[in-house]
């Protein structure tokens, strides 16, 4: 267990980092397109393409970010009023849920890259496969988050239960 804690971690401190870095990138971004904007009258070819992409990544990471830390929108109330092992047994069907949905979605994002991937963007006018592949990337992490969750509920000794920290 303490290797896949170690792993988590460091998964954690990547995604965050990536996803601090385009957020920070496209609020920077944003404020530069204002200024530009309504001061001289002028813009950044495909800055708004730009921060299109960059909010996918950070949506679809984040995402996945969430779901391993257990913050994805649950509701509790019911499930705290559960003896320790039916709430295990609630958290595992629940991660499993996650798993089975987000998996489904990593296959159902590939069928639909592999049709309109090489589509170019409008503006900078790269394969749009490029910024489309942050949906099969979270969707796949957020799996693998979700499935290390159901672990954890099962395995785990210090498992403190969905929504506690």
């Known amino acids: ?35 530009l904007r309504y001061f001289f009258n002028s813009s950044i070819p495909g800055g708004n393409e ?6 996918m990544y950070t949506t679809f990471l984040g995402a996945a970010v969430l779901i391993g830390g257990n913050e994805h929108i649950a509701i ?9 092992v039916g709430q295990r047994v609630i958290a595992v069907v629940n ?4 798993v089975a949905i987000h998996v489904y979605l990593l296959v159902l994002s590939l069928r639909w890259i592999a049709v ?8 900078l006018n790269f394969a749009l496969r490029y910024v489309q592949i942050a949906l099969p990337i979270g969707a796949g992490l957020a799996a693998l988050y979700a ?3 159901s672990i954890d509920a099962l395995f785990d000794r210090d498992w403190k239960g969905e929504g506690s920290k």
């Open 95 to 98: 991660s499993w849920i996650i």
């Open 1 to 35: 267990m303490k290797w896949k804690r170690r792993a988590k971690s460091v998964l954690d401190c990547i995604l965050n980092a990536l996803v601090t870095l385009m957020f920070a990138g496209m609020a920077i971004l944003i404020i530069l397109l204002v200024i």
């Open 116 to 123: 309109t991937g090489k589509n170019l963007a409008e503006e």
């Open 147 to 149: 499935f290390s969750n």
């Open 76 to 84: 509790h109330l019911l499930t705290r009023r559960f003896p320790r």
């Open 50 to 55: 730009v921060l299109r992409f960059a909010f």
